[in-house]
């Protein structure tokens, strides 16, 4: 409160008085901040409900009768327990309901995928579906207090017996903190249930009904400080064309094109256009123009849209009326022994009523077969009845497990003669054997608590995990490089003389087209070199003889260098790579001298050495005025190092007599199956060495071969089964199953096309590859399934080589056998050595990681084998038809 006073003049004698608030207002701000975080926005750990959630489904269990209900019905029921509006719990239901898990819903509910909203509650229905009424209800078992006017009951907590919280999830925004629980599987949920009540270790990782690829290195038990890594999942349709089939989790199809227009918009990436097909499920399609790598856009789309989000968990849940902090690990435990001690409960209380129904019976048994109802034919007051039949039933009482009280003998006086007449002594002892056994089960149930508990998840997960596996597919992400996958938006320049560089200098010399988000290496001609990033124009240093885009940690780009130390000094030659620096430094190549000056410069993307003329000036009696100089026989050293002397005299010229080959090994690649990219760094897989010109192979399961160059950008789809360095000699054998003609077939061919994908499989939909290798005498067991009134034949072994030669990629095959084949196995195949070839020139090569000469070496490549057809092995029939196809049987 501020307080002024009434006189205000021109003067500005205003006076003010601060006065700290006091008394009620002073407790406000707390009794509300606890009001919202118990009330509203946290649910509670013993059933993973917020307060409106529970009253929801309190008053679809009222209404319920097995029909639906009109939502607008159930939302005007709950207002009879809930403080607030109807616009609150209409979106609480329908955020429940979209779930799928305790409403089973009809009608418009909106979409989680497009973000599309429900329609009005007065259109839609709902009721509770099966596994609501199986797990969340008991009302014998639960605690009950009066509605906010008093009018009514309702629950403190639901008897849920299952770990609800983590299959729906939970987020809420509250005064102080908020609360964020991601989604997990219902099944993992379950059996993370039983190996906790086993005493096992157990892990959880949230699954999102988006689907998407997620990586949960970092989940951190969804505590505070965890992340989630999620992704879309996107494929090449075809060479123009990326389709996105999974979205991640907290977005939609409208917000994700939405950011893929805008980063479009920025130049981060290129597309043509968008079509958005999603209905059921998702689909996107990306359009690209011509020349735009899909490879490289898909990772564009995990670097600068929302097709790559983070998630930040935040465990926070409502316990005695406090807000607490745990993992999801913890919810899941108590929520596990809370639901022990609910079966528990349950098991007592229908002892405790088929103890009563025993007791019961075993009196009307007593009563009617002892005639004791007889006994109070002569009896004029009702004190005398019930004195008369407690004195008759004493001596018939003994073995009852609890002494008869009033209320019994009053409940016997209530059987009707009808019942008296027709009362079998047979079905009674069999009602009460019934009886005795179900009361013997359920005491063995609670001296076996946990094995009970055990089998009821069992229960849960054979009855409702049916089409509830994980949508989530879990991987590892391999970090997106921003600056390799940016598309080039704009376009750099260079002033030479002045020493400028940068995006706005139109009227200068053009270099290449670039990113604003990259560096760029500058060298001069005193022999300095600076990296900076790109900007509109940048001055770094006059006499400019190279100017290029950065890359880091590039070890394949090597510089080749002949500089003058100094203004009469002698001259050197040098080889370097630049992988790391400090950006805005300036760096000198030179020996530092004061004077000196490159003669000759060349940046080599693959570690080309030139041939180099010397030419000196004609001075004194120096013999030697001109000679060839390779820079093959100079070591690639360190960017510091001064070089090798070429000469102490005057360098006139220095020209280019040759261009020259790559002195760099082979480089070395690896796959890495957990994040399904290829490497430089020797994680996963080694595939081989590989030079300019080789070419990966990659065979699919759907029939479908390609080769490509091996970039460290390209994505692999999930049904590859054959990945590898290509031999272009190698055949490829395969067997397959026509779907036409229901019958397996042998091929064996060459790829003709190496830039062209094919399908070496008929289209039909039942066709299916069994069996794919790339070995050079592949060998097959064939096991034959037993037809009718005949012994299964004994397995075949097939060399594929010797069965079929060489043949066109669509060629049909020669059909495997006439008989019903069970399976077909790929053996090991026959040993078999390549002949090498000798290389035609030897080339000096260095290694790239040491950066050091080595000796050169023999490079290996495999020779087609002669595809003459050879005689069948002798334990195999074959059988040749009129259109010249093999049948083994």
């Known amino acids: 409160m501020i307080e002024e006073s009434d006189d205000i003049n021109n003067n500005n004698e205003n006076q003010e008085t601060i006065t700290k608030v006091t008394g009620m207002y002073k407790d406000w701000f707390l009794d509300y901040a606890s009001y919202v975080i118990l009330e509203r926005a946290v649910p509670a750990i013993e059933d993973g409900f917020k307060p409106v959630q529970r009253r929801i489904m309190h008053s679809m269990k009222d209404l319920d009768d097995g029909r639906y209900n009109k939502v607008a019905n159930i939302v005007g029921h709950t207002m009879q327990y809930h403080?607030?509006?109807?616009?609150?719990?209409?979106?609480?239901?329908?955020?429940?309901?979209?779930?799928?898990?305790?409403i089973d819903t009809q009608g418009n509910w909106g979409n989680i995928l497009t973000g599309d909203s429900a329609a009005a509650s007065r259109y839609i229905e709902a009721r509770l579906s099966k596994f609501a009424l199986d797990v969340v209800y008991n009302p014998k078992i639960t605690e009950w207090q009066a509605s906010y006017d008093g009018r009514r009951k309702e629950p403190i907590n639901l008897p849920v017996m299952f770990p609800l919280l983590l299959a729906q999830g939970a987020e809420g925004i509250a005064v102080g903190l908020s609360t964020k629980i991601l989604p997990h599987n219902f099944i993992e949920l379950i059996d993370a249930s039983i190996k906790h009540l086993q005493g096992k270790r157990f892990k959880l990782v949230p699954d999102f009904p988006t689907a998407g690829i997620a990586d949960f290195t970092n989940y951190n038990d969804g505590n505070r400080g965890?992340?989630?890594?999620?992704?879309?999942?996107?494929?090449?349709?075809?060479?123009?064309?990326?389709?996105?089939?999974?979205?991640?989790?907290?977005?939609?199809?409208?917000?994700?094109?939405?950011?893929?227009?805008?980063?479009?918009?920025?130049?981060?990436?290129?597309?043509?256009?968008?079509?958005?097909?999603?209905?059921?499920?998702?689909?996107?399609?990306?359009?690209?123009?011509?020349?735009?790598?899909?490879?490289?856009?898909?990772?564009?789309?995990?670097?600068?849209?929302?097709?790559?989000?983070?998630?930040?968990?935040?465990?926070?849940?409502?316990?005695?009326?406090?807000?607490?902090?745990?993992?999801?690990?913890?919810?899941?435990?108590?929520?596990?022994?809370?639901?022990?001690?609910?079966?528990?409960?349950?098991?007592?209380?229908?002892?405790?009523?088929?103890?009563?129904?025993?007791?019961?019976?075993?009196?009307?048994?007593?009563?009617?077969?002892?005639?004791?109802?007889?006994?109070?034919?002569?009896?004029?007051?009702?004190?005398?009845?019930?004195?008369?039949?407690?004195?008759?039933?004493?001596?018939?009482?003994?073995?009852?497990?609890?002494?008869?009280?009033?209320?019994?003998?009053?409940?016997?006086?209530?059987?009707?003669?009808?019942?008296?007449?027709?009362?079998d002594i047979d079905k009674a002892q069999q009602k009460i054997e019934a009886?005795?056994?179900?009361?013997?089960?359920?005491?063995?149930?609670?001296?076996?608590?946990?094995?009970?508990?055990?089998?009821?998840?069992?229960?849960?997960?054979?009855?409702?995990?049916q089409g509830k596996e994980r949508k989530t597919e879990i991987r590892i992400f391999d970090d997106v490089d921003a600056t390799k996958v940016v598309i080039r938006n704009t376009k750099l320049y260079v002033n030479r003389e002045e020493g400028f560089i940068g995006t706005s200098l139109r009227r200068d010399e053009?270099?290449?087209?670039?990113?604003?988000?990259?560096?760029?290496?500058?060298?001069?001609?005193?022999?300095?070199?600076?990296?900076?990033?790109?900007?509109?124009?940048?001055?770094?240093?006059?006499?400019?003889?190279?100017?290029?885009?950065?890359?880091?940690?590039?070890?394949?780009?090597?510089?080749?260098?002949?500089?003058?130390?100094g203004k009469g000094g002698p001259s050197y030659i040098k080889r370097f790579a630049v992988t790391a620096i400090t950006r805005d430094k300036e760096y000198d190549l030179t020996n530092g001298n004061k004077g000196s000056v490159v003669w000759h410069f060349s940046a080599n993307p693959n570690g080309e050495a030139e041939v180099v003329t010397i030419l000196l000036r004609q001075v004194g009696s120096i013999k030697k005025l001109k000679w060839d100089l390779d820079f093959a026989d100079i070591l690639i050293k360190g960017r510091s190092s001064k070089g090798n002397l070429v000469t102490k005299y005057s360098i006139k010229r220095v020209e280019l007599k040759e261009k020259g080959v790559s002195t760099l090994k082979p480089r070395k690649i690896w796959f890495d199956d957990t994040v399904q990219r290829l490497n430089v760094d020797g994680r996963g897989e080694l595939i081989g060495e590989f030079r300019g010109e080789d070419r990966l192979l990659i065979i699919k399961q759907s029939g479908i071969v390609k080769t490509i160059i091996p970039e460290l950008t390209t994505h692999f789809d999930n049904d590859m089964i054959v990945l590898e360095k290509w031999v272009p000699k190698k055949p490829i054998s395969a067997v397959y199953f026509e779907g036409e003609k229901e019958r397996y077939y042998v091929k064996r061919f060459l790829i003709e096309n190496e830039s062209k994908e094919e399908s070496f499989i008929s289209d039909h939909p039942e066709s299916q590859l069994e069996i794919v290798s790339t070995d050079w005498k592949p060998v097959a067991e064939i096991v034959y399934a037993k037809e009718r009134g005949?012994?299964?034949?004994?397995?075949?072994?097939?060399?594929?080589?010797?069965?079929?030669?060489?043949?066109?990629?669509?060629?049909?095959?020669?059909?495997?056998?006439?008989?019903?084949?069970?399976?077909?196995?790929?053996?090991?195949?026959?040993?078999?050595?390549?002949?090498?070839?000798?290389?035609?020139?030897?080339?000096?090569?260095?290694?790239?990681?040491e950066l050091s000469a080595e000796k050169p070496e023999e490079t290996t490549d495999a020779q087609e084998k002669p595809t003459t057809e050879s005689d069948p092995p002798n334990d195999i029939d074959l059988e040749i038809d009129d259109e010249g196809q093999i049948t083994l049987f």
């Open 83 to 102: 403080p607030h509006g109807d616009a609150s719990i209409a979106d609480a239901m329908v955020q429940i309901g979209q779930k799928d898990i305790l």
């Open 435 to 465: 009886l005795e056994e179900q009361i013997a089960e359920i005491k063995h149930h609670l001296a076996n608590l946990i094995e009970y508990a055990i089998a009821y998840f069992q229960r849960l997960k054979k009855d409702y995990g």
């Open 790 to 849: 005949k012994d299964r034949r004994d397995n075949a072994t097939v060399n594929l080589e010797e069965f079929i030669s060489i043949k066109g990629i669509s060629a049909l095959g020669n059909q495997l056998s006439k008989h019903k084949v069970n399976q077909i196995n790929l053996l090991d195949p026959i040993p078999y050595e390549a002949p090498k070839e000798v290389p035609a020139e030897e080339i000096e090569v260095v290694d790239e990681q």
């Open 226 to 423: 965890g992340k989630v890594r999620v992704r879309a999942k996107i494929s090449q349709l075809n060479k123009n064309t990326l389709v996105i089939t999974e979205i991640p989790f907290a977005t939609t199809t409208s917000s994700l094109i939405d950011s893929i227009l805008k980063a479009n918009d920025k130049g981060k990436i290129k597309i043509k256009k968008i079509e958005d097909n999603t209905a059921a499920e998702v689909e996107i399609l990306v359009h690209l123009p011509s020349g735009i790598s899909p490879d490289k856009t898909i990772d564009a789309l995990y670097a600068f849209t929302n097709c790559e989000s983070s998630i930040s968990p935040l465990a926070c849940v409502i316990e005695d009326n406090k807000p607490i902090f745990i993992g999801v690990s913890e919810i899941l435990r108590r929520s596990t022994d809370n639901t022990v001690q609910l079966l528990k409960s349950e098991l007592e209380i229908k002892l405790s009523e088929l103890e009563e129904q025993w007791h019961f019976a075993s009196l009307e048994r007593i009563f009617i077969e002892n005639r004791i109802y007889r006994d109070i034919e002569e009896e004029e007051t009702w004190e005398g009845v019930i004195s008369a039949i407690d004195k008759g039933l004493k001596p018939h009482t003994k073995h009852l497990k609890r002494a008869v009280t009033e209320e019994d003998i009053v409940r016997l006086t209530e059987i009707r003669i009808k019942r008296i007449s027709k009362f």
């Open 510 to 565: 053009y270099v290449c087209d670039c990113s604003d988000i990259d560096d760029i290496i500058v060298f001069t001609k005193e022999g300095k070199m600076m990296i900076t990033k790109v900007g509109s124009k940048t001055f770094v240093g006059k006499n400019i003889i190279h100017v290029a885009v950065f890359k880091k940690k590039d070890k394949r780009t090597i510089y080749n260098m002949i500089y003058r130390d």
